[in-house]
């Protein structure tokens, strides 16, 4: 199986940037679809992001389309968010996800391994 990891956190002020990476290990990365979710304290995990196995497809929530890019790098079995124009309510716990599914989705069923998560909080 594969272990992600994620990293890059941290306290922002509104209009800032802040990049998450996800660093897997265990398995061959490139045979997994990598989604971002995040958890703000007492609401449900969110989806953010997903990629596919070779980086061509995309997807994003509504609420960060524009603003968040999801990309990978298969060589350094790596995912990064890139989020620019931040905002209070981005403030949460985001995690990354790995999918040995065909179909991604924006679902967190579809997602088999999961990371510990980081901590990113904008400040108003």
């Known amino acids: 199986q594969v272990q992600v990891g994620e990293s890059g956190g941290g306290l922002v002020q509104t209009g800032g940037s802040l990049r998450l990476s996800c660093a897997a290990s265990?398995?061959?990365?490139?045979?997994?679809?990598m989604g971002w979710f995040r958890q703000a304290p007492g609401k449900e995990r969110e989806f953010v992001a997903y990629?596919?196995?070779?980086?061509?497809?995309?997807h994003y929530a509504d609420s960060v389309k524009g603003r968040f890019t999801i990309s990978r790098d298969n060589a350094k079995n790596t995912v990064y968010l890139q989020m620019n124009s931040l905002k209070p309510e981005d403030t949460a716990v985001y995690y990354c996800?790995?999918?040995?599914?065909?179909?991604?989705?924006?679902?967190?069923?579809?997602?088999?391994?999961w990371g510990q998560g980081t901590q990113v909080t904008v400040s108003s």
């Open positions: 265990g398995r061959t990365f490139s045979p997994y679809g």
């Open positions: 990629i596919s196995r070779s980086g061509g497809t995309t």
């Open positions: 996800a790995a999918s040995d599914g065909v179909i991604l989705t924006p679902s967190p069923l579809t997602y088999k391994y």
